[in-house]
């Protein structure tokens, strides 16, 4: 009876996590190929191999087999399981539909034959929806532990070099521990290559020479000198600056990720940014790459805005300068930018006066290196304190805000007390209103009036907090201002800029700060307790070491100046964002 059937032979075996518990191909032929001898049947072509998920319909190996039968070339099928010829529902239906047209007789497996008859086909059925049912419940498995994942702050797979997997936790679920010996190596891979004078080629030789790093050992392969390739990889993934993009658990998009703060960052973001130019890679949409701290706080005397102009550009190994960006050789030698030995990384940014130049007048930029140095200069004369004076005005704050809390206490009973007299005087308007006493309009004025006043004393109690630390960033600020603007970056300036709420004005010659309120008062109140009380500089005063009674003698003007600030940093607007709140041009100093 055998002879009268030809059949086609299929294994499949998907990378993908479906099959996990499926045997191997070579195992399933085995077991098809002892059913094939015992049973003496005929094999058109041999037995088909594929290696590729049936979640979706397009596997090569599935549809030439439905050609063949179509062609009537073969009109029976032989697999290990019947899962194995679908997980989704158009391959199942067209098996099914296969059958019903009397092209193909039957579908053997390795445990039972699946016939052309109603009770047959409709446990084929059963099976096809069987393993479409597990696949999409995996499927929910895994979309479900990637959300956890990305919650968490990691990306899924392998840790990268200079990071491991925490095979203590269950797998899946594991987090990263820090590869001391390689970490420590990729800092100075990336400290040296930040300096700009290096290729990809030296820049791997460096790694593979001086630092011998290597990579992860695993069972099969690793524990090799890294190559060009891999150096590559790694200077230009961002994981190491703190951040990754991946798209979200349904296969979507394309979704900015923050490492989780416990791994250690190796690099800044905007460190990363400026390697991601030396490469000419791009790594993060474009306009991320122009993140210049003093956009939107720098302004034309004119009052016109000032915009930025971002060079990145390499001198090449013939002493040749030019914008590498969208460049891949050196316009003059022709030399390959990734094959030069010495190459010389250069990246400035300018600020100049867009409308100016658009009408045709002259104009003249200001760099982000000169806005630094007179920013310096600006709090060291206007806005810097001793150690001495800095620790008398955190001590002195702190009793400020005690005081306020203690007052606080007070508002918060007397809220609580006018919150029952409110709901009492509710009931009585009501009542008013419904016996017709008072009109509509006067019971919506005279409830809005209760609640305007109860809303006043809630939001004085709760301004405490708010003022306090903004006044602890204020002194902090007034010591650590110089290190923030060199070493901070794009985020420490900026966070800075917000802070002293003031915007800088340039008019082609003179850079100038225009000065907030609070800013003017902190710096008369600051001049007027250097000038009464030289003690806080103990540098310039020697003979006054020791003499504690001055430093309470200038208790008051601590206190009454430190008042003054935080009143007037209370009543500022909380953004720069609305420019009918920026200072104008006649309130600006000169530095």
Same mark, same amino acid.
């Given at each position: 009876?055998?002879?009268?059937?030809?059949?086609?032979?299929?294994? +499949?075996?998907?990378?993908?996590?479906?099959?996990?518990?499926?045997?191997?191909?070579?195992?399933?032929?085995?077991?098809?190929?002892?059913?094939?001898?015992?049973?003496?049947?005929?094999? #058109?072509?041999?037995?088909?191999?594929?290696?590729?998920?049936?979640?979706?319909?397009?596997?090569?190996?599935?549809?030439?087999?439905?050609?063949?039968?179509?062609?009537?070339?073969?009109?029976?099928?032989?697999?290990?399981?019947?899962?194995?010829?679908?997980?989704?529902?158009? !391959? &199942?239906?067209?098996?099914?539909?296969?059958?019903?047209?009397?092209?193909?007789?039957?579908?053997?497996?390795?445990?039972?034959? @699946?016939?052309?008859?109603?009770?047959?086909?409709?446990?084929?059925?059963?099976?096809?929806?069987?393993?479409?049912?597990?696949?999409?419940?995996?499927?929910?498995?895994?979309?479900?532990?990637?959300?956890?994942? @990305?919650?968490?702050?990691?990306?899924?797979? %392998?840790?990268?070099? =200079?990071?491991?997997?925490?095979?203590?936790?269950?797998?899946?679920?594991?987090?990263?521990?820090?590869?001391?010996? +390689?970490?420590?190596?990729?800092?100075?891979?990336?400290?040296?290559?930040?300096?700009?004078?290096?290729?990809?080629?030296?820049?791997?030789?460096? &790694?593979?020479?001086?630092?011998?790093?290597?990579?992860?050992?695993?069972?099969?392969?690793?524990?090799?000198?890294?190559?060009?390739?891999?150096? #590559?990889?790694?200077?230009?993934?961002?994981?190491?600056?703190?951040?990754?993009?991946?798209?979200?658990?349904?296969?979507? =998009?394309?979704?900015?990720?923050?490492?989780?703060?416990?791994?250690?960052?190796?690099?800044? $973001?905007?460190? #990363?940014?400026?390697?991601?130019?030396?490469?000419?890679?791009?790594?993060?949409?474009?306009?991320?790459?122009?993140?210049?701290?003093?956009?939107?706080?720098?302004?034309?005397?004119?009052?016109?805005?000032?915009?930025? !102009?971002?060079?990145?550009?390499?001198?090449?190994?013939?002493?040749?300068?030019?914008?590498?960006?969208?460049?891949?050789?050196?316009?003059?030698?022709?030399?390959?930018?990734?094959?030069?030995?010495?190459?010389?990384?250069?990246?400035?940014?300018?600020?100049?006066?867009?409308?100016?130049?658009?009408?045709?007048?002259?104009?003249?930029?200001?760099?982000?290196?000169?806005?630094?140095?007179?920013?310096?200069?600006?709090?060291?004369? *206007?806005?810097?304190?001793?150690?001495?004076? @800095?620790?008398?005005?955190?001590?002195?704050?702190?009793?400020?805000?005690?005081?306020?809390?203690?007052?606080?206490?007070?508002?918060?009973?007397? @809220?609580?007390? *006018?919150?029952?007299?409110?709901?009492?005087?509710?009931?009585?308007?009501?009542?008013?209103?419904?016996?017709?006493?008072?009109?509509?309009?006067?019971?919506?004025?005279?409830?809005?009036?209760?609640?305007?006043?109860?809303?006043?004393?809630?939001?004085?109690? $709760?301004?405490?907090?708010?003022?306090?630390? !903004?006044?602890?960033?204020?002194?902090?600020?007034?010591?650590?201002?110089?290190?923030?603007?060199?070493?901070?970056?794009?985020?420490?300036?900026?966070?800075?800029?917000?802070?002293?709420?003031?915007?800088?004005?340039?008019? $082609?010659?003179?850079?100038?700060? &225009? %000065?907030?309120?609070?800013?003017?008062?902190?710096?008369? =109140?600051?001049?007027?307790?250097?000038?009464?009380?030289?003690?806080?500089?103990?540098?310039?005063?020697?003979?006054?070491?020791?003499?504690?009674?001055?430093?309470?003698?200038?208790?008051?003007?601590?206190?009454?100046?430190?008042?003054?600030?935080?009143?007037?940093?209370?009543?500022?607007?909380?953004?720069?964002?609305?420019?009918?709140?920026?200072?104008?041009?006649?309130?600006?100093?000169?530095?």
């Amino acid at each position: 009876m055998n002879d009268i059937y030809t059949y086609g032979a299929y294994t +499949r075996k998907s990378s993908e996590s479906e099959d996990k518990q499926v045997q191997s191909i070579p195992r399933q032929k085995d077991d098809i190929e002892e059913i094939i001898v015992k049973d003496n049947l005929i094999i #058109h072509k041999g037995i088909i191999e594929e290696t590729k998920s049936a979640f979706s319909p397009g596997r090569e190996g599935f549809n030439s087999l439905v050609k063949d039968t179509q062609k009537g070339i073969i009109n029976s099928w032989i697999c290990w399981h019947a899962n194995r010829l679908s997980r989704n529902p158009i !391959d &199942a239906g067209m098996i099914i539909y296969l059958m019903d047209t009397g092209k193909l007789h039957h579908i053997r497996t390795q445990h039972r034959i @699946y016939h052309n008859t109603p009770t047959d086909k409709m446990m084929l059925q059963i099976e096809f929806t069987m393993s479409k049912k597990d696949s999409d419940d995996k499927s929910v498995a895994v979309r479900s532990g990637l959300k956890k994942r @990305y919650k968490k702050g990691l990306p899924c797979g %392998k840790a990268p070099i =200079g990071y491991l997997n925490d095979k203590s936790q269950e797998k899946g679920d594991r987090g990263w521990l820090v590869d001391e010996g +390689r970490i420590s190596k990729l800092k100075l891979l990336f400290n040296r290559f930040l300096k700009g004078n290096d290729s990809i080629s030296s820049i791997t030789e460096y &790694a593979q020479k001086e630092l011998s790093l290597t990579t992860h050992q695993s069972k099969r392969q690793g524990g090799i000198l890294v190559g060009k390739a891999f150096v #590559h990889h790694v200077l230009k993934n961002s994981i190491y600056a703190g951040f990754f993009y991946s798209k979200d658990e349904y296969g979507r =998009g394309r979704t900015l990720r923050v490492l989780d703060k416990k791994i250690p960052r190796v690099i800044t $973001e905007e460190e #990363h940014y400026r390697i991601c130019n030396i490469l000419g890679e791009r790594a993060t949409p474009k306009t991320q790459f122009h993140q210049t701290p003093y956009s939107g706080y720098i302004f034309g005397s004119d009052g016109n805005y000032m915009g930025a !102009d971002v060079k990145y550009q390499i001198i090449c190994d013939c002493k040749y300068k030019f914008a590498h960006r969208n460049k891949e050789r050196c316009p003059k030698c022709d030399l390959k930018v990734i094959n030069m030995k010495n190459p010389v990384n250069l990246n400035y940014t300018y600020y100049f006066n867009i409308k100016r130049r658009r009408k045709g007048l002259k104009t003249k930029s200001v760099s982000e290196n000169k806005i630094d140095e007179i920013l310096i200069n600006f709090m060291k004369e *206007e806005m810097s304190l001793s150690d001495n004076i @800095y620790k008398v005005c955190k001590k002195y704050l702190k009793e400020i805000r005690d005081s306020e809390l203690e007052k606080d206490k007070k508002l918060l009973k007397v @809220y609580r007390k *006018e919150m029952t007299l409110l709901d009492g005087k509710k009931s009585k308007l009501k009542r008013l209103f419904i016996n017709g006493i008072i009109s509509e309009d006067e019971f919506k004025e005279d409830l809005k009036s209760l609640q305007d006043n109860l809303l006043i004393r809630k939001t004085s109690s $709760e301004n405490t907090k708010i003022w306090f630390d !903004d006044m602890n960033k204020i002194l902090d600020l007034s010591l650590d201002f110089e290190d923030v603007i060199k070493n901070g970056g794009y985020k420490g300036k900026k966070e800075v800029l917000e802070l002293l709420c003031s915007n800088l004005s340039w008019n $082609e010659e003179i850079l100038s700060v &225009a %000065k907030a309120d609070w800013l003017k008062v902190y710096i008369l =109140g600051r001049n007027e307790i250097l000038g009464k009380n030289r003690v806080f500089e103990p540098e310039n005063n020697v003979d006054f070491k020791g003499q504690n009674t001055l430093l309470e003698v200038s208790c008051p003007t601590v206190l009454g100046w430190l008042n003054d600030v935080r009143l007037m940093r209370v009543k500022r607007t909380p953004s720069l964002s609305n420019k009918k709140y920026w200072i104008r041009s006649k309130d600006r100093n000169t530095i």
